[in-house]
C-alpha cells in the first residue's frame, strides 16, 4: 500500500540556519504531496502542496519540489527561525483501494529552533 | 469561514469505559475523516465519509470503535469499551467533495485512558 517515510527527529538548528527535512513516498497511482505543520497543542495546518511533478510548493519561507524520479518531497527553508519549532508531516493523497482520495501520513519530524 | 470544530478538547477515562467525540466540519465539505494520532507518531485514517456514508473503514477496530454521520454534516466517534492503546489525539478533518487539495482539520480531541 501508499507509505511516506521521513527523516528521524529530533532535528535541532541555530536561528537562520538551513532547513532539509528529507521525505520519500510508495504509492501505486499518481499521488499529490503534501506537508503538513502542527504547533504545539494544535492541530494539523497544511503548509504547502503539490499535485504533479516538478511542481514546487512554497509558503512561508519553505519549499518542497515533487521529484517523481526520486520519489521524493523534500522540505528546505534558508533561514528558520525560533517560531518554525514544531512537527512536520509529509503527505500524500491517492485513490488506492477504495478509488476516493485519502491523506496518507509519515511519521513526522520534530524541528526545535534555538535562538 | 468556520473552521473544523471538535469536542471535548481533553478527555480522560478508565478502561474498558465509555467514550464519544463529536465533530462539526466545515460547512459545504462533503467528506468527513476520522483520524488516530497515537504519540510520536503520524494520523492514521480511521474512517471516511461521503455524505453520510462509509467510504472507508478499513481501520476502523469495529470491536469497539463505532462512527456516525448523520445528514451528512456533524458526526460522532466512539469507543466501547475503551483500552489503554487508545490513549492518542483523535483528529477530524473535512475536505469539499473531489478535492485533491489537501484537508481541514480540527484541533483535535485528546484522550487518556488509565
Redesign the interface.
Known sequence: GDSVTQMEGPVTLSEEAFLTINCTYTATGYPSLFWYVQYPGEGLQLLLKATKADDKGSNKGFEATYRKETTSFHLEKGSVQVSDSAVYFCALSDREGTGFQKLVFGTGTRLLVSP | EAG?AQSPRYKIIEKRQSVAFWCNPISGHA?L?WYQQIL??????LI?F?NNGV??D?QLPKDRFSAERLKGVDSTLKIQPAKLEDSAVY?C?S?PL???????????TRLTVV
Open positions: 473544523v467528506t475523516y510520536g507518531q503520524g494520523p492514521k485514517l471516511q461521503q467510504v472507508d478499513s483528529l478533518a475536505s473531489g478535492s485533491n487539495y489537501g484537508y481541514t482539520f480540527g484541533s483535535g
